[in-house]
């Protein structure tokens, strides 16, 4: 099985750290970046699965960080955590195209829950896209991913409220 490669974006070292230790296995590369600056840098210059990223930070905001990083053409998945969860917070981090949203503080368990609910979408975004580059695409196996996708979606956010 292929390691998920995972990007955490947070100023604040200590939670940064400790995120990682609690996230990292046998599956999972974790990489960090203090600011949304570094992280640039870093997703540049290597393949990320998903990106986990603070809001409010030094130098370059979470915000800032993603939309230079959709203008680049990088479409890493992101998820946008904040102490500071306001519904302009929100609706700003869903335009910018952030797959969810986590208010601190961050409990494993729910973090862990919205990594392996991001993957599964993603998974299924990637199989649809596959099966409509087919040469023959098949129209039914299309309409059952993007069945299962949607179940997917609507399940996780029925979660959330």
Avoid: C
């Amino acid at each position: 099985m292929k390691k998920n490669h995972i990007l955490i974006v947070e100023d604040e070292i200590d939670l940064a750290d400790s995120l990682k230790q609690l996230l990292v296995d046998n599956l999972s590369e974790i990489d960090i970046a203090l600011n949304g600056q570094d992280a640039l840098a870093l997703v540049e210059k290597k393949y990320y699965d998903l990106v986990i990223s603070d809001i409010l930070m030094p130098f370059m905001s979470g915000h800032e960080f993603v939309r230079s990083m959709r203008l680049k053409g990088i479409q890493t998945p992101v998820i946008f955590m904040t102490g500071n969860g306001t519904k302009d917070l929100v609706q700003s981090a869903i335009k910018l195209g952030a797959v969810d949203f986590i208010d601190k503080p961050v409990t494993i368990d729910l973090l862990k829950e919205v990594i392996a609910s991001t993957f599964e979408i993603e998974q299924h975004k990637k199989n649809i896209l596959d099966l409509k580059r087919d040469s023959i695409p098949d129209q039914e196996l299309i309409r059952n991913e993007e069945m299962a996708l949607g179940i997917k979606l609507v399940s996780r956010d029925k979660k959330r409220n």
